[in-house]
């Protein structure tokens, strides 16, 4: 992603890191280069980089937390 990262709010952070915790399997709407992407998969951890924060699948996939649309169904951002 080209823009600056926008954080997402501490009540979403939480719940994904709770979904990480429990290892549950995903349903992941994302925007990659601009179109709605969706995956399926456990999420492994969160990942923090300087200006940025990142979810991480099992499978190694990292999804830049303000990219997110919906996670097994729940709002995160605008779309889809």
Same mark, same amino acid.
């Given at each position: 992603? %080209?823009?600056? =990262?926008? !954080?997402?709010?501490?009540?979403? =952070? ?10 549950? @399997?995903?349903?992941? /709407?994302? @925007?990659?280069?601009?179109? !709605?992407?969706? @995956?399926?998969?456990?999420?492994? %951890? ?17 999804? @830049?937390? %303000?990219?997110?649309?919906? /996670?097994?169904?729940?709002? =995160?951002?605008?779309?889809?």
């Amino acid at each position: 992603m %080209d823009k600056l =990262y926008t !954080p997402i709010d501490g009540a979403s =952070y939480a719940e994904l890191e709770k979904l990480a915790m429990h290892r549950e @399997r995903c349903r992941i /709407v994302f @925007r990659a280069e601009g179109l !709605p992407t969706i @995956r399926t998969g456990v999420i492994r %951890d969160l990942l923090t980089r300087p200006g940025e924060e990142f979810l991480v699948l099992a499978d190694g996939t990292q999804i @830049r937390l %303000d990219a997110l649309m919906r /996670v097994n169904g729940r709002r =995160y951002s605008q779309g889809f």
